[in-house]
């Protein structure tokens, strides 16, 4: 450890600069048009003579002036640009002898034929602002022949990417990345800036998009998310361009990818694919959770209900998921028809296999007393999934326009698993033990459309917006279960079994439909009120058919009434409301009050037992935003809302999938009311990429849902859903980031905070629980990203539980990680690059502390042709220890997760990029 943090300082020091005692200069202008009229909110930068690197920049202020800070001694270009002028550049001398270098006045021209020229005299001005969007050009950055989008956009000041490949861009995560402003596969902008070649992007607009039914109507909402528009090149939107690469490795292991792509001003076609061994998701981890949601949902009938709250905090770095195999393959089209009328589609495949051997340690608590639980599961699930969505938008008018959007998900999946499970005393004296085989198959559809249409009236700022939507989801699996469950009796001192072979049929059915009117009317000087009405329903039914199986030769199905249920239920709500809104330049303020009376029916349909519950509730909010500048802002919101009990929690019927953890409905549920207060706070320097961020969240309950547990003596457990009074939960995070200008580098902090408060019932018994998540993240990265990429930090999380009855149940565990990852171009052609992370678990609940080292590398060499191939030498889990570890708590128990997982292997793997203008390729 001493000599892994020894490594951490010495790459700190690394990154120190030379230059720390040198003198600066200041270099200071007045940049006015030809009538010597300031120019305000003009983009001025020097940029290093010999390749155009971008060091400096700045803006004007509203009388023209500008101050470049802290400019060291040495030849410079300099730039200047405005929107609607042609730019200026001339190469300037600053001398170390000088505390300040004034330029004088800097004469900007009207451009009558090009806005924002780009291009002066074969040079490039790498970032220009334009209101409140900051334009980067892709080719200042100077991005590798085979970088993704996403290493393009760490070079970029301002724009940082996480190890996870998530984007923030002012410090603000980036919620959608658009191509030429059009759509690129839905939501998920890592498909873009994972999947799009670098040296394909002209240029990078980061700005603030407001809601669509503001962007429609006029009217501010104050509902803003960061996006990213990549602008490609010309040459890019004719022919065709993408990439394929393959790998195989030692073991067996083996991987490849391609995409491509084909863009124009009216069209965009885009293919990716990939397949592998090697535990990679396809795509991105939204598409993957998605697929496996339906096979998780028909998984649950064979590994028996889970039972961690939402709170739940999993220690482990998701390190290891046993073996995968993965293969991928998605469609994205999008096409213009005329000047009114654009249509996007996107079709997803995706087929997993995944086998597990996983061992748990667990400990519990009951009765005043701990106990102890062994368990080892295997497993191999297999998954076919399938998405289709799609977006319509038609202008109808200049005044009014129609949008529609929906698809469809389909997923198949198998699975089967083997588990043994052993429970005993603190003494290691035998409690009970299990042993339990399923065999699984299911199959789930969910389709959904919605339909808006928005007209604009003759009164400026007075519109109407109509929305519709209507969704099905039908779920249908089939398992055989077969267990074998022991107790010991301990006054007796002799085993008792009992033997369970059952068949379990389960088929689900969900309609909902919907719809809202929003009319808006203003009031003058920028108020507004809005009127709402909205209608929603949701109808289900439930079938689940359990059938005790014979062990004759004949192998009779029985009906078992009391595991047995058909359900059915209707819920709906009406909601009436209204909003107040006051916009300014500065601020927006609203106020709302819906009305909303909602009624739950529900019956058990082979007992004739009747559900019937009605809901009438005021649902307030408030939504208060102030903006400082374009770079500091302040969001206070508060919202109200009443959630219904789902399904299986109001079913009163017994799961025993797994004969050891049962779980029953409870019809009697009564509505949750929460109450949510949010805050969020932002500032960032665009000059020295200083960024602050801030959000607080605490929500209040009433008639919390929660879950209430019974354990007998024999460990046997059974949970039922129950309302308590109250319940809380605050979150927030705070994340800063600050250059260290005489390191050359950038400090990143990030705290991340939970607390909660809740009522938890065990064996009758109520017992009031708080529980902290505490973590926090030091990190230290070289500024300039060029040549040398480095960076190298530490995370520490904490998880502590303090019950108020039963003192001897808290839960203090610790996970501390330490990382390094190193990336250097050497020469123009090769690139090295490693990262190491370093991860400690250690508790007052688990006997021991887990050790985790990982560490990958590789080598890569560009060769032919304006580098369109690579050769790749990669060795991951270099010291063999992916465990695969995680550690997780819950209600009553703590428990550590051991899974077995892909090692160590080699990978030899090649990329070659391919590029076709019309008839001709190369």
Not at 347 to 375: K, L, M
Request: net charge neutral; charged share 20%.
């Amino acid at each position: 450890m001493k000599r892994f943090l020894f490594l951490l300082c010495i790459t700190f020091i690394a990154l120190a600069s030379p230059s720390h005692g040198q003198s600066k200069t200041d270099v200071t202008g007045h940049v006015v048009d030809t009538a010597a009229l300031p120019l305000p909110s003009s983009t001025v930068v020097i940029m290093a003579p010999e390749d155009s690197t971008l060091l400096k920049f700045t803006i004007t202020d509203d009388q023209g002036m500008f101050t470049l800070k802290g400019v060291d001694a040495g030849k410079y270009i300099l730039q200047i640009s405005f929107m609607g002028f042609k730019s200026i550049s001339k190469n300037i001398e600053v001398d170390a002898s000088q505390s300040t270098y004034d330029l004088g006045a800097l004469i900007l021209k009207e451009d009558r034929v090009t806005l924002g020229a780009t291009t002066i005299e074969g040079t490039r001005i790498p970032i220009l602002f334009k209101g409140d969007t900051v334009e980067y050009n892709a080719q200042s950055f100077k991005p590798k022949a085979n970088d993704a989008v996403e290493k393009l956009l760490e070079k970029m000041p301002g724009v940082e990417v996480d190890e996870d490949g998530t984007v923030k861009a002012q410090g603000e995560e980036v919620k959608k990345v658009l191509v030429d402003g059009k759509e690129f596969f839905g939501d998920d902008p890592k498909l873009a800036t994972k999947n799009l070649p670098a040296d394909a992007i002209e240029k990078v607009q980061v700005y603030d998009k407001k809601s669509d039914v503001a962007e429609f109507t006029g009217v501010d909402d104050g509902d803003r998310q960061k996006v990213i528009n990549l602008i490609l090149k010309e040459g890019r939107k004719k022919g065709y361009f993408g990439s394929v690469m393959g790998g195989g490795g030692t073991n067996e292991r083996y991987e490849g990818t391609f995409n491509v792509n084909r863009f124009s001003k009216k069209t965009q076609m885009s293919v990716i694919g990939m397949a592998n061994n090697t535990n990679q998701q396809g795509f991105s981890t939204r598409d993957y959770i998605n697929f496996m949601g339906g096979l998780g949902n028909l998984m649950r009938g064979g590994g028996g209900r889970a039972f961690r709250r939402s709170a739940d905090i999993p220690i482990g770095q998701g390190v290891g998921t046993g073996f995968t195999n993965t293969g991928a393959v998605g469609i994205n089209l999008f096409n213009k028809f005329g000047i009114k009328t654009d249509v996007n589609v996107s079709y997803f495949f995706n087929g997993i296999r995944n086998i597990s051997d996983q061992a748990t340690d667990r400990e519990s608590f009951a009765n005043g007393e701990n106990y102890f639980t062994e368990d080892s599961t295997s497993s191999n699930q297999q998954s076919a999934n399938h998405r289709i969505s799609f977006r319509l938008k038609h202008d109808i008018d200049s005044s009014a326009d129609v949008v529609v959007k929906g698809g469809v998900k389909y997923n198949d999946g198998t699975s089967t698993s083997d588990g043994q499970t052993l429970n005993t005393t603190p003494l290691g004296l035998p409690i009970s033990n299990s042993d339990v085989n399923n065999r699984n198959h299911g199959t789930g559809l969910n389709a959904d459309i919605n339909l808006t249409h928005r007209k604009k009236l003759k009164k400026d700022g007075r519109t109407i917006v109509t929305d519709l939507t209507y969704s099905v989801t039908d779920n249908d699996s089939r398992g055989n279960m077969l267990s074998t469950n022991g107790f010991f009796i301990d006054s007796l001192q002799f085993w008792t079994y009992q033997d369970i072979w059952q068949l379990q049929k389960s088929i689900t059915n969900r309609h909902t439909y919907g719809g809202k009117i929003l009319y808006t009317e203003p009031l003058g000087n920028k108020r507004y009120l809005q009127f709402t009405a909205e209608h929603n329903r949701k109808t289900d039914e439930s079938v689940k058919h359990f059938y005790d199986l014979d062990d004759n030769p004949t192998y009779q199905e029985i009906l078992n009434p009391q595991l047995s249920n058909e359900f059915s239920s209707d819920y709906f709500y009406n909601r009436i409301g209204s909003n107040f809104m006051l916009n300014r330049n500065q601020y927006n303020v609203t106020f709302g009050l819906e009305g909303q009376y909602a009624f739950l029916q529900g019956e058990v349909q082979n007992t004739g037992a009747r559900v019937s519950k009605e809901f009438r509730t005021l649902l307030p909010s408030i939504d208060m935003q102030y903006r400082y500048n374009n770079s500091k802002r302040l969001t206070l919101r508060y919202e109200s809302s009443l959630n219904e009990p789902s399904v299986d929690q109001l079913q009163p019927v017994t799961d025993n999938s797994n004969p050891l953890n049962i779980y029953v409905g409870n019809p009697n549920l009564r509505a949750e009311y929460a109450h949510s207060v949010s805050l969020r706070y932002m500032a960032y320097s665009q000059f020295n990429f200083t960024s602050f961020f801030a959000y607080l969240q605490a929500t209040y309950t009433g008639n919390k849902i929660t879950n209430s547990v019974t354990v007998d003596e024999l460990l046997r457990q059974t949970t039922r859903p129950v309302n308590v009074d109250n319940d809380l939960n605050v979150t927030g995070y705070v994340t800063y980031s600050h250059p260290l200008k005489f390191m050359k580098a950038k400090a990143n902090l990030r705290s991340n905070l939970m607390y909660g408060k809740s009522i938890q019932y065990i064996n009758g018994d109520q017992d009031n629980l708080q529980r902290f998540v505490n973590a926090y993240t030091v990190s230290l990265e070289n500024l300039k990203k060029g040549k040398l990429n480095t960076e190298a930090g530490v995370r520490l999380s904490q998880n502590l539980s303090f019950y108020e009855a039963n003192t001897n149940f808290n839960q203090n565990f610790l996970t501390s990680r330490y990382f390094v990852d190193f990336d250097v171009d050497i020469k123009k052609t090769w690139t090295f690059n490693t990262d190491f992370s370093f991860t400690v678990y250690s508790g007052e609940a688990f006997v021991s502390n887990q050790v985790l080292p990982i560490w990958k590398a590789y080598v890569a060499k560009r060769f032919l042709k304006e580098d369109r191939g690579e050769l790749k030498f990669a060795v991951i889990d270099i010291l063999n220890r992916n465990n695969g570890i995680s550690r997780n708590s819950d209600v009553n128990y703590v428990e550590e997760q051991r899974i077995h997982t892909l090692g160590r292997y080699g990978m030899v793997s090649f990329t070659y990029k391919f590029r076709a203008l019309g008839k001709k390729s190369s």
